[in-house]
């Protein structure tokens, strides 16, 4: 399985396009629409929050008790009354759940789509560090380096317990896990730094599982990347050798 | 002294076995409140306060989470308040079989007894309420206290679910429709139906893991044929609906409660009960994947389950239409019960909200295992919960003691808490909006939260005094309280015109005879 992951790596790196490198015009970026429809959704939930709020406190002043001894005068409902009352709500509820499902659904979309052109890392979780193995063999620990301006799609599996590969400035996470493969991409396109923490509990050290995506000028990672694809090669013919 | 201790240790009166789990669960939520605490403390500034063990912090985390659950809500909802009120509230004279009713108080102790065996053994269980394998099976913490603790439980819990379908099914007063039942009465039938259906399926996951651990089996390791997510598939299998098991008894107290300081009719009672519990039944068993949404699941189940978990905000949403509606022309007193009914609608609104982000899978790729996630539950269940359990002893409190409690110490135990838990866990949704993930010891990454844990701290304390506050109201309540009459609230319930307060073994004097005009809402017709 391993193997043919890394067989499969160059083939997807090969053609990454000069296109993908200046700018990736076309790209949807997931985080950036995260923030997006996290915004509507808060608009959503506060405008229901609020209604239902002011009319509880409505009627809870409104129908206060003023005499000891007095008793509400409840509306006798019809069957028709009854019924509406179940069926509009519900009606109205279920609207507002397919509208945010649907919106959902497209965000997730682009969350599961990996766009062609990413640089595929392979990542190896273990209690309690991170080793991300380049498509040229280079490795690395806790430290993620990419390019900025090229989507980053990371193939993961973990060596002993579950982990979950998280970058909050990128809006995403997944599991890694023993005997299973799953994938999560991301789109840096400055360079800077973002924190990688562990959220999945994987014992004592699971808060200090923590880890960094370094987005770097497109020709420096490209300096960095070769510089240290040599150092791998030449790590793999001393191991020949011995 | 002894024989009146023997006399509660083998009661099979249904209100003392009540008033065992009582206090069962709430010394569990004492002893998980202390962890709690130590936590907050632990998590005020960057780097070690309390212990420098991160396996400390994860012993008190599991202890907290599992004992919150397993030993205070679901038996404080489905051990205490359904034994005291069912019985009463159908006009039946005990349980449909003590002695069973008894023997499951019983399995309920023995499993405090075993959870709480945790701070004594040397290497106590480590493995989160959750108990997720490989970590549960690899880690040197005794996983088995976690799997016996679970299956003892949930043993009690399947006893009490025979007896009590048993009981409402057949023990109803000569003139009790189904439609004439308190919503209180309703919740725990749908509950028990719910424990009955999934119990067995949490049973068969953590017998699993023990055989794992300690037999050799293979089946959550991938090396050997097995598969890791089978697990998490089973546990939330049972576990999501484990929490319509606290959520229903919950608002159905808080339904009698606003009820009867309201003075009014169940707003729409039908729709309560049909749409809003016969909803939450049909859907408790379609949205467990909400909990793996980052577990790399297939898409169309992960896809799936978003829409059947957005549609939980249907029947939802009726009951707290029913809840808010039966404010409406309502004579509204504000005891301390009642203000804590009304707490319950405000948080059970805040985490209900909240509850959609979560809902919506790719919101949930940033929120999954954050603090917002335990900020968004806690205000949902845990103190929605809480604040429902505690409205509903000094609801009872009459009934139970013959006595009156303080009312001006109860109330201000219930604004203590209810600014405290704000204070605590609106911050912690902010923290995990932030990126902070949950389960951390330290927090070293995300410096930016510091203020927000503080603040968090300062919560916890003034929930504590909130806590002290009421506890020492019940005592002094218990002890020296002014005599109650048999129907201090003016309820037209059964358990309130029937019975005096205690009510005797064999609860009604006469037994209760329904006109058929009668209901347990039956207000306004003098208005
Ligand atoms: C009364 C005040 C309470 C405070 C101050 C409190 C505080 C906390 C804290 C600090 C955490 C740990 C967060 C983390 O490290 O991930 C936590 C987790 C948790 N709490 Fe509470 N809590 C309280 C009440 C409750 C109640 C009443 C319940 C009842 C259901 C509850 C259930 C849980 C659960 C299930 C967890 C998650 C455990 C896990 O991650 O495995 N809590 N709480
Ligand atoms: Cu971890
Ligand atoms: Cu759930």
């Known amino acids: 399985m391993h193997e043919s992951l890394r067989r499969l790596a160059p083939v997807l790196l090969l053609p990454a396009p000069a296109a993908a490198l200046a700018g990736g015009e076309g790209i949807p970026d997931p985080a950036a629409g995260w923030d997006r429809l996290w915004d509507e959704m808060l608009v959503d939930i506060t405008l229901i929050g609020v209604v239902f709020a002011a009319v509880t406190a409505w009627f809870m002043w409104r129908f206060r008790r003023r005499h000891p001894d007095e008793e509400g005068c409840p509306p006798r409902l019809g069957t028709g009354a009854a019924v509406g009352w179940a069926v509009v709500p519900a009606f109205v509820f279920m609207a507002d759940d397919f509208f945010l499902a649907a919106k959902g659904w497209e965000l997730w979309q682009q969350y599961r789509t990996v766009p062609e052109g990413a640089l595929e890392v392979r990542l190896d979780s273990a209690m309690w560090s991170w080793t991300y193995t380049y498509p040229n063999g280079a490795v690395t620990v806790n430290e993620l380096r990419v390019p900025a301006g090229r989507p980053v799609l990371l193939r993961m599996t973990s060596r002993d317990v579950v982990h979950s590969h998280f970058i909050p400035d990128f809006r995403v996470k997944e599991d890694s896990m023993p005997g299973r493969i799953t994938y999560l991409w991301f789109y840096p396109k400055r360079p800077g730094e973002h924190v990688v923490a562990c959220a999945e509990y994987c014992g004592l050290l699971h808060s200090r599982m923590a880890g960094k995506v370094i987005v770097m000028e497109p020709e420096a990672f490209a300096a960095w990347y070769r510089a240290a694809g040599r150092r791998a090669d030449a790590a793999a013919r001393d191991e020949g050798e011995v | 002294m002894g024989a009146a201790l023997r006399s509660w240790l083998f009661t099979t009166d249904h209100k003392r076995v009540g008033i065992l789990y009582l206090i069962g669960s709430l010394a569990a939520f004492a002893i998980a409140g202390i962890m709690a605490m130590l936590m907050r403390i632990e998590l005020t500034a960057i780097g070690p306060d309390l212990t420098d063990n991160p396996q400390q912090y994860n012993v008190w985390l599991y202890f907290h989470g599992a004992a919150m659950i397993l030993g205070f809500q679901i038996p404080a909802l489905t051990g205490f308040l359904a034994n005291y009120c069912v019985p009463l509230m159908i006009g039946a004279r005990d349980v449909a079989f003590p002695r069973l009713n008894a023997l499951s108080v019983w399995l309920f102790w023995a499993g405090i007894l075993l959870a709480l065996a945790t701070f004594v053994i040397p290497d106590p269980p480590d493995v989160m309420w959750t108990g997720y394998p490989p970590y549960a099976t690899r880690t040197w913490g005794n996983t088995a206290f976690y799997s016996f603790t679970v299956l003892l439980l949930g043993f009690s819990s399947i006893l009490g679910g025979v007896n009590f379908l048993t009981t409402v099914f057949y023990m109803r007063a000569p003139g009790m429709g189904w439609n004439k039942l308190n919503i209180f009465v309703w919740s725990i039938v749908v509950a028990f139906i719910i424990q009955l259906i999934f119990v067995p399926v949490l049973g068969t996951a953590v017998t699993m893991l023990l055989f794992d651990k300690y037999l050799g089996t293979t089946f959550f390791d991938p090396a050997n044929g097995g598969d890791v997510l089978i697990y998490q598939n089973l546990f939330w299998f049972y576990s999501?609906?484990?929490?319509?098991?606290?959520?229903?008894?919950?608002?159905?107290?808080?339904?009698?409660?606003?009820?009867?300081?309201?003075?009014?009719?169940?707003?729409?009672?039908?729709?309560?009960?049909?749409?809003?519990?016969?909803?939450?039944?049909?859907?408790?068993?379609?949205?467990?994947?909400?909990?793996?949404?980052?577990?790399?699941?297939?898409?169309?189940?992960?896809?799936?389950?978003?829409?059947?978990?957005?549609?939980?905000?249907?029947?939802?949403?009726?009951?707290?239409?029913?809840?808010?509606?039966?404010?409406?022309?309502?004579?509204?007193?504000?005891?301390?019960?009642?203000?804590?009914?009304?707490?319950?609608?405000?948080?059970?609104?805040?985490?209900?909200?909240?509850?959609?982000?979560?809902?919506?899978?790719?919101?949930?790729?940033?929120?999954?295992?954050?603090?917002?996630?335990?900020?968004?539950?806690?205000?949902?269940?845990?103190?929605?919960?809480?604040?429902?359990?505690?409205?509903?002893?000094?609801?009872?409190?009459?009934?139970?003691?013959?006595?009156?409690?303080?009312?001006?110490?109860?109330?201000?135990?219930?604004?203590?808490?209810?600014?405290?838990?704000?204070?605590?866990?609106?911050?912690?949704?902010?923290?995990?909006?932030?990126?902070?993930?949950?389960?951390?010891?330290?927090?070293?990454?995300?410096?930016?939260?510091?203020?927000?844990?503080?603040?968090?701290?300062?919560?916890?304390?003034?929930i504590l005094a909130g806590s002290l506050v009421t506890l020492w109201n019940w005592v002094q309540g218990a002890l020296r309280g002014a005599p109650a009459p048999a129907n201090p609230w003016g309820s037209r319930s059964l358990e309130w015109t029937a019975a005096p307060s205690p009510p005797p073994p064999g609860n009604f004097p006469q037994p209760p005879r329904l006109g058929p005009e009668w209901s347990p809402y039956a207000y306004g017709e003098r208005a």
């Open chain 2, 240 to 462: 999501h609906p484990a929490v319509y098991v606290i959520l229903l008894p919950f608002l159905g107290i808080t339904y009698e409660i606003v009820a009867t300081f309201a003075r009014n009719r169940v707003f729409n009672y039908k729709m309560v009960v049909y749409g809003g519990f016969g909803g939450v039944l049909l859907l408790a068993g379609e949205v467990w994947v909400h909990h793996l949404y980052t577990a790399g699941l297939p898409d169309w189940l992960r896809v799936g389950q978003m829409v059947t978990t957005l549609l939980i905000s249907v029947p939802v949403g009726l009951l707290m239409i029913g809840l808010v509606g039966t404010l409406y022309r309502g004579s509204i007193e504000y005891r301390t019960p009642m203000l804590y009914a009304l707490g319950v609608i405000f948080f059970f609104l805040i985490g209900g909200l909240t509850g959609i982000p979560n809902a919506i899978a790719s919101l949930d790729l940033h929120l999954q295992d954050t603090y917002f996630i335990p900020g968004h539950f806690h205000y949902v269940m845990a103190v929605a919960g809480t604040f429902a359990i505690f409205g509903a002893v000094y609801y009872l409190f009459p009934k139970m003691t013959g006595r009156m409690y303080h009312e001006s110490t109860g109330k201000l135990g219930f604004w203590l808490t209810f600014i405290g838990m704000n204070l605590v866990f609106m911050p912690m949704m902010m923290a995990g909006i932030e990126g902070m993930p949950r389960r951390y010891y330290d927090y070293a990454q995300f410096p930016q939260v510091e203020g927000l844990q503080q603040l968090m701290t300062f919560g916890a304390f003034v």
